[in-house]
């Protein structure tokens, strides 16, 4: 993904406990952080391409497509809100909660799409000038930095006759 254009979150926690889902994009002041994960992750050993057409059309793959064929922010926000409800609905086991983080943007100027799963964690961060230290700051919900794990992620971008995608759901991948 060479650009951004939307992004949206969802709050996607166990099975048993209530998400939270937005109507709403958000903003992000540096691009090129997010970009960087997203790339890392399309090229992981973890991550392959797939062929969704195999088993017929999956809900997922019929909402990315929709957002692909209309590009409105509307659209793209009402099928994030589908994706992140079914994503949510068949989730098994001991999943962890984690907010699901949905990406629209330009690949080589096709339209791409990048959804991934990223658990919260807390940490601290110094706040120093390059001499001295001023505090400390204990940071809540940080999901992403460059030693977060991505643990599921879906990538597709949009190519005339036949888009590409590529699935990673690996609990071992850091970004």
């Known amino acids: 993904m060479d650009t951004i254009e939307n992004v949206i979150l969802h709050f996607v926690p166990k099975l048993r406990s209530e998400p939270k889902y937005y109507d709403h994009t958000i903003t992000i002041d540096d691009q090129s952080f997010l970009l960087n994960a997203i790339n890392k992750a399309r090229i992981n050993d973890f991550t392959m391409r797939i062929n969704p057409t195999l088993n017929g059309k999956e809900l997922v793959i019929r909402e990315i497509e929709t957002i692909f064929t209309n590009r409105t922010e509307d659209q793209f926000i009402e099928s994030s809100v589908t994706i992140a409800k079914h994503l949510h609905n068949i989730q098994k086991g001991n999943i962890s909660d984690g907010f699901l983080i949905i990406i629209v943007g330009k690949a080589d100027r096709n339209p791409a799409i990048a959804i991934l799963k990223l658990e919260p964690v807390s940490g601290i961060i110094i706040n120093w000038n390059g001499e001295e230290i001023q505090n400390l700051k204990v940071i809540k919900d940080l999901i ?3 030693k977060s794990s991505v643990y599921k992620f879906l990538y597709a971008q949009y190519k005339r006759g036949s888009n590409e995608y590529y699935l ?7 970004s």
Not at 168 to 174: A, E, I, L, T, V
């Open 168 to 174: 990673m759901d690996d609990q071992r991948y850091s």
């Open 144 to 146: 992403l930095n460059e």
